[in-house]
């Protein structure tokens, strides 16, 4: 095996040096190394290009994505304030239930261009293209040029990677920094350089700002690698490892420390706590709660909705009561175990190309397996594979909130293991073992290519038999590569490459060619049976904990917590994601947010040109131009007129904030003028049952004058009703 050597340092004097190392980094970044072949950097190039490309193309189709973080964004481009902590308004009443890192550059984009669908979700495409090329300078340079353009295709061509860089939730530029994090550990590697792992550290802690937890699911692998792996003495490594580590709670913990020293009365309520604590989120509803499924306040964490007649239901469902019978709405993240990464739910979004990832880092380290403690190439293959293994681990068995985009946080390893793998067996493959090794990786991923595309049988139906005989047949010939010589073992290898990407190929196109929208999206054609996975789905009355003979989950309608005058009761998506007309920004024709939705729950609200009209009569006059129950609720109205909204009780009504004490002194106070209404979604969940947004909204209908504008019911908070 071969692999790319590091380039050499050149010493010369401090200010010449500094000179001609930015005149050589300029002539590399054009013309790449000076060993490499004409194709090389113009391929890179256009790789790029074309990643650029597939993520910008028609973006402002989804409007403004997740109406959630988008309206956090427009919360950032008003107040500074806002922009620190992450709030969901300007007039900082609530924060998201994430640190702040994701909105930073959304929100800068929307002060440099206004607010606009565009200057939402650019910001995500860059940070795909970015991830791009830092995986293939990262495989690049302990590997082949072959072997990073090969990552850098895998990853833009996977369709949960797609979804997430034109998407707005946290979790691209979290793949980005983890992308990063793995990169500068292999820096560090080649020769025990502290810069690169202190840089590693740093990359890591604003990873944690921007979705604490999960930033460190990373780190064990990488941890030890480097302990044993790095080219110096043990108690160095242990130095070098403890100032990464310092490095990491000064780029993570800064922020921290503010939020928790800030008087709590003069800083918007952490959204997602019990207590307005960050640290209570993070260890809680964003730490353990995702792994034990103990999430208070969560949907589907069991607690949801009781006070405001709703209870839990069977396998982490929520019921309420009706004439007819009882509505279960599940709201299950899907079975958890070891097969969950290839399930009906997920599938589809990562796993095209994972058995391939899985062998090829078995084969990998087979052929890396005699080389000395400090090779870098093993190192690579650990990285990537240790990474791969213990986020693919947790993903599989957390019992809380689980997504099908979080996989994305797998892509760049899939991706690295593939282009290394795939090129370090082609330079083996004159021994039979190798030969034997990629025949067997390409079947094996040409048959679940075709059992994927098996799932959405009426998404290009004619693509899923070639696949399976194109990668059969070049499984048959790269066994034979030792016999049929160069031109047809070439032959042979793309024709393996073209079976194993077609499905995800195909997936990916349908993703850019559909809009998304609201808190729970996934890529691809609609799979049948898909349900569960991070959803929810309004099962119907007397349904019980499953869907009807002959109905498909979310069919039924019912009435959804958190549904408004003038909503369709249960309102649910048809399969073909086409939406009722009259869409606006927030929900462009044709967006697709999976096949559950629930309402003002997980995605904004249409908010019609005559409630429009009524909120901005009374914009600048006030803190907050409204105030309703749940913040997508909330975000939708403040999408609309631009102006703050308060949602009370966060992300689904659950949150203690405002208390009704609180609530009261702000409309005696005239900071808040009108009420949308709802039902009354949370239910008197915070402390001593006195926060809860049901109270609230009973003490508003009991008190204030009714207003209708459009298909929305308003109250006027500055017209107390008349009793008789």
């Known amino acids: ?396 068995f957390m019992a809380g909130i689980f997504h099908e985009y979080y996989t994305v946080a797998l892509a760049p390893c899939v991706a690295a293991l593939v282009g290394m793998g795939v090129t370090v067996l082609w330079e083996e493959r004159a021994k039979r073992w190798a030969a034997v090794a990629l025949g067997t990786t390409t079947a094996v991923t040409a048959w679940w290519g075709y059992e994927l595309l098996a799932r959405t049988p009426d998404h290009l139906p004619w693509l899923r038999t070639p696949v399976l005989v194109a990668g059969l047949a070049a499984a048959a010939g790269l066994l034979l590569t030792a016999r049929i010589g160069r031109r047809l073992a070439r032959t042979a290898a793309g024709l393996g490459l073209a079976a194993c990407l077609a499905g995800p190929v195909a997936y990916t196109l349908s993703t850019v060619d559909s809009p998304h929208t609201g808190s729970i999206v996934t890529a691809g054609p609609a799979v049948a049976g898909r349900a569960g996975g991070g959803g929810t789905v309004i099962i119907g009355p007397g349904a019980g904990p499953g869907p009807g003979p002959g109905k498909a989950p979310g069919q039924t309608p019912a009435k959804a917590p958190g549904q408004v005058p003038g909503q369709t009761p249960g309102r649910a998506e048809p399969q073909d994601g086409a939406r009722p007309p009259g869409g606006d920004q927030q929900h462009p024709p044709g967006s697709r947010q999976g096949p559950r939705s629930m309402g003002g729950l997980l995605d904004g609200p249409r908010v019609s040109p005559a409630a429009e009209r009524l909120l901005e009569r009374r914009a600048g006059d006030h803190t907050w131009v409204a105030a309703t129950v749940g913040a997508q609720n909330a975000a939708g109205y403040q999408l609309a007129t631009g102006e703050p909204v308060m949602a009370i009780g966060g992300f689904n009504g659950s949150d203690p904030s405002p208390t009704l004490a609180q609530f009261k002194s702000l409309v005696a106070d005239g900071r808040v003028p009108y009420f949308i209404a709802g039902d009354g979604r949370g239910g008197g969940l915070g402390p001593g049952g006195e926060g809860g947004a049901s109270l609230i909204t009973s003490w508003v209908r009991e008190n204030f004058t009714e207003v209708t504008a459009g298909d929305s019911t308003f109250y006027d908070l500055t017209r107390p009703e008349r009793k008789d």
């Open 1 to 396: 095996m071969t692999t790319a050597p590091p380039p050499a340092v050149v010493a010369t004097p401090g200010g010449a040096r500094r000179g001609r190392g930015a005149a050589r980094l300029l002539v590399r970044l054009w013309r790449g190394r000076a060993d490499d072949a004409r194709w090389v950097r113009p391929a890179l190039l256009g790789l790029l290009l074309a990643t650029a490309v597939l993520y910008v193309h028609d973006l402002a189709a989804s409007g403004y994505a997740n109406s959630y973080y988008s309206a956090a964004a427009q919360a950032g481009s008003q107040s500074w304030k806002a922009l620190f902590f992450g709030s969901l308004d300007a007039g900082n009443s609530i924060t998201v239930d994430k640190p702040p890192a994701a909105l930073w550059p959304m929100a800068l984009s929307v002060r440099l261009f206004g607010l606009n669908p565009w200057a939402i979700l650019l910001p995500q495409a860059l940070f795909g293209v970015a991830t791009v090329a830092v995986l293939h300078a990262a495989v690049r340079r302990r590997f082949s040029a072959a072997a990073g353009l090969l990552a850098g295709t895998v990853l833009a061509l996977t369709p949960v990677a797609a979804l997430m860089f034109r998407f707005n939730n946290p979790d691209a530029l979290l793949t980005l920094l983890t992308t990063v994090t793995v990169y500068c550990v292999l820096r560090a590697l080649e020769h025990a350089r502290t810069k690169w792992l202190v840089w590693a550290g740093a990359a890591v802690g604003v990873a944690f700002l921007t979705k604490t937890l999960q930033a460190f699911l990373i780190l064990p692998p990488l941890t030890v690698l480097y302990a044993v792996c790095a080219p110096t003495r043990l108690r160095r490594r242990l130095g070098q490892l403890a100032l990464a580590t310092g490095a990491m709670v000064v780029a993570g913990g800064w922020w921290v420390a503010v939020v928790e020293l800030w008087p709590a009365s003069s800083r918007p309520y952490i959204g997602g706590s019990r207590h307005n604590s960050f640290l209570e989120l993070t260890f809680g509803y964003n730490g353990l709660g995702r792994i034990n499924g103990d999430e208070p306040g969560s949907v589907g964490g069991g607690r949801l909705f009781q006070g405001g007649g709703y209870a839990e239901g069977p396998g982490g469902s929520y019921v309420t009561g009706t004439g007819g019978g009882p509505d279960v709405v599940r709201s299950g993240w899907g079975g958890s175990g070891l097969d969950r990464m290839f399930t009906s739910q997920v599938g589809g979004q990562i796993s095209w190309l994972l058995p391939a990832a899985l062998l090829l880092l078995a084969a990998g380290l087979v052929v890396t397996w005699r080389a000395r403690r400090t090779d870098t190439a093993r190192a690579a293959f650990v990285a990537r594979g240790g990474a791969l293994l213990t986020t693919a681990a947790v993903f599989s």
